[in-house]
């Protein structure tokens, strides 16, 4: 029933739960932790809702595991909202669904080690990998951008193979860089602007992710895929002396 889904705490395990989210907002949850069924549902969820064009619905924002949802409450109640999002969830069995591919495909250029990933060693270490056998394996594996968060445009990219499952850090790392890329719980963060984290750096790109100057600042988008391209220290130092936003990076339409 609907009074049960808004209650929280009466959906059962892995089951989606519809809850309130301040005065204008509702959050579809599909689970209390990062697992990957529980991410390709709110991912597969959020597509459905953006092509459903909702009456009353202002903003749909993803995350790693729930949908937030925001709407007019002069065109439509809390409960209104609610209804229709239990007509949704009930097209599908959202936690065995699989998102649509990527329509968009960024090929971007990274430095891995070094200066500009100092803590990659230490990482692939705790990976059980070499540092070379880390590269090749973040390098080959497909990201999707799960969800934009923590500071304007910043992405987190996921999911790495469980061994990635890394801890973040015993003590914080005062400042990594803007296009830090960092790594623990299976996912990797591209880092908007200089930050204290405690993530492990293990690489750097000069793609800028947050542009405000721009009609379409944030330039990744919630579901699009992610490949990084290695490059070597020397050619990732002459595109962040470059300047351009684009950071030598490119991105692949598909039909």
């Known amino acids: 029933m609907l009074e049960e889904a808004l209650r929280p705490g009466t959906a059962q395990a892995h089951s989606p739960q519809i809850l309130p989210a301040g005065g204008d907002g509702l959050l579809v949850r599909f689970a209390l932790v990062a697992e990957p069924r529980a991410i390709a549902a709110a991912q ?3 597509q459905r809702v953006t092509e459903s064009d909702l009456a009353g619905l202002r903003e749909v924002v993803p995350s790693l ?6 709407f007019d409450p002069e065109a439509v109640t809390r409960a209104e909202m609610a209804e229709r999002l239990e007509t949704l969830l009930s097209e599908a069995d959202w936690l065995s669904a699989a998102p649509h591919p990527a329509q968009r495909v960024w090929h971007l250029p990274v430095a891995f080690g070094g200066e500009h990933g100092p803590d990659l060693e230490e990482a692939a270490k705790l990976a059980g990998l ?3 056998a880390a590269i090749d394996e973040i390098t080959a594996t497909p990201l999707s951008v799960l969800a934009i968060g923590f500071a304007p445009g910043q992405p987190y990219l996921g999911l790495l193979p469980e061994h990635w499952n890394l801890a973040r850090r015993s003590e914080l790392n005062p400042r990594v860089p803007k296009g830090a890329l960092c790594v623990a719980v299976r996912q990797l963060v591209l880092f908007a602007n200089a930050s204290p984290t405690g993530w492990h ?3 750097r790109t000069a793609f800028d992710v947050f542009r405000p100057d721009q009609t379409d600042p944030v330039p990744l988008h919630a579901g699009d ?10 050619e990732m130092d002459a595109l962040l002396k470059a300047g351009d936003p684009m950071g030598g990076a490119r991105c692949e339409v598909r039909s």
Do not use: K, N
């Not at 595991?65 to 925001?70: A, M, T």
């Not at 895929?225 to 020397?234: K, M, N, Y």
């Open 201 to 203: 750096q293990i690489a």
């Open 225 to 234: 895929e992610v490949r990084l391209a290695p490059v070597s220290g020397t």
């Open 44 to 46: 597969s969820f959020h």
């Open 130 to 132: 070499s540092p070379q």
């Open 65 to 70: 595991v729930s949908v937030l949802l925001r």
